[in-house]
């Protein structure tokens, strides 16, 4: 599975040592490249399978979770600005 970014090596770090921007743009990433729509636990999945790591226990779930929740938040964002001219550039016209 390749991605447009790279992917940081965790080496002796936990995924929980990942800023949780860094897995919402790999989530937002991997949802952009797949071909099907992803189910939570396929997108968790690819994610891990990313970063090396296999188990995908309550605690890394949970953190996968937080990170996917930054990604509809940015999204939804995103949506209600598409279209907008932002006040900085209005005012300055």
Same mark, same amino acid.
């Not at 399978?49 to 990604?71: I, N, S």
């Not at 938040?73 to 300055?92: D, I, N, Y």
């Given at each position: ?11 002796? /770090? ?13 989530? /937002? ?61 209005? /005012? /300055?016209?």
């Amino acid at each position: 599975m390749e991605t447009t970014g790279r992917v940081r090596e965790l080496g002796l /770090s936990e995924l929980f040592d990942v800023p949780l921007d860094e897995i919402a743009h790999l989530m /937002s990433d991997v949802t952009d490249r797949a071909s099907i729509r992803l189910t939570d636990e396929e997108l968790m999945r690819a994610v891990l399978y990313l970063y090396e790591l296999v188990r995908l226990t309550p605690r890394v779930q949970t953190y996968l979770e937080a990170g996917k929740q930054l990604l509809h938040q940015r999204k939804e964002e995103q949506a209600m600005w598409a279209g907008k001219t932002p006040l900085a550039v209005r /005012s /300055s016209a």
